[in-house]
């Protein structure tokens, strides 16, 4: 067995896409193939589903996957320990996906908060949509999902084997420009309202908490075609329109009377997702450092957060 294959097989593991990883390896796509082959039959099972697209690992490739992880990043360790480039010891690593605006306001403090816990660690993070995050816990090999929540847009997932810890809140707001509020208010014209694509995450939370207000008329006049709300965040500070943003993602907008409100807020959680599936020693360090640090919403933008003491290493 050569490292080779291990490195060929994360990569495909993240890709999903055989092409994709071979120009990421700088091999050719049939040279590439016969390694992942090679891997197979040195373990004497099948990694990979190869009759759907994209390739998609079996129960044993996300079994292995974990495995690869651990051997590749100890090796690496030891590597970098005999160069100097680390202080001598092991480097742990902890991969997350996250929903786009929580991936830009919530998780670095997570990171923050668990590195001053637990030491220096290596993170990988999937910001995306909810989609492709919840693909990316159950069938790509990440141990967390940092989403947000409301009991009105349940997510279907077995608490037994993803749990959840409820780590803060944050709120939809419905916001535009000083001057949009100031027209609304001279001619009682309707608001045009800016909108998250269609079936999108932030967007079906969008359409209950619009369809709670009863004291702004809008009219639709914009929907983008993605989930970001950042994208929306942009046309709503152009003037634009008023769009349902992320409390924690505007805060400084609203502090600097870039966007006002204009109506009452939605209350939203924010959850952890654990994929039992990874069951690293140090992962269980991390969910337990977490529960004890919460909240990281919008709570603990208030005021500094005091991180945990060290956990022992098991």
Known sequence: MELKWLEDFLSLATTRSFSRSAEERNVTQPAFSRR????????GRDL???SVYPVALTPEGKQF??????VVGALNAARESFHGTKGGGRVQSLSITALHTIAQSVLPRWISVLQDALGPFTSKVLPDNFNTCLHALTDGGYDFFMTFYHAQVPINLSEQAYPYLTIG??????VATPALRDALAENGAALPLLQYSRGSFLGLLAKIAHGQQKSVPTYLSHINENSMAE???AMARQGLGMAWLPQSLIADDLALGRLVRMGESFEMEIRLYRNLERARGFLDRVWETTRKAAPFGEEAAAQPLASPQPLASP
């Open 48 to 50: 990979l589903d190869r």
């Open 36 to 43: 992942i082959r090679a891997l197979e039959i040195w373990l």
């Open 169 to 174: 809140t944050d709120h939809l707001v419905p």
């Open 65 to 70: 996957l974990e495995t690869a992880e651990e």
């Open 231 to 233: 994208a929306l965040r």
